[in-house]
């Protein structure tokens, strides 16, 4: 199976975030195989403290451009 990269664009999305996290966590799909990363598309409330909060997340902040802006957004 082929490594995966899970981008995840939120944008004050405070009261879902864990949950979809978890629900990727979940996946039948080899846990060692895929990466989830988090763009928050300049949210204002908990979605970042939320996000960090939980191992093994990557999260990347951009000011507010979109989702699709979100989910091309490069990260080193």
Not at 9 to 19: G, Q, R, S, T
Not at 27 to 32: E, K, V
Not at 64 to 74: K, V
């Amino acid at each position: 199976m082929p490594d995966v990269s899970v981008i995840v664009p939120v944008f004050n999305d405070a009261p879902f975030i864990e949950k979809c996290i978890q629900s990727l966590k979940d996946q039948t799909y080899p846990r060692d195989q895929y990466e989830i990363i988090v763009v928050d598309d300049g949210s204002t409330d908990d979605t970042a403290q939320i996000v960090k909060a939980i191992d093994g997340i990557s999260y990347v902040y951009q000011t507010n451009q979109g989702p699709s802006a979100a989910r091309n957004r490069w990260y080193p």
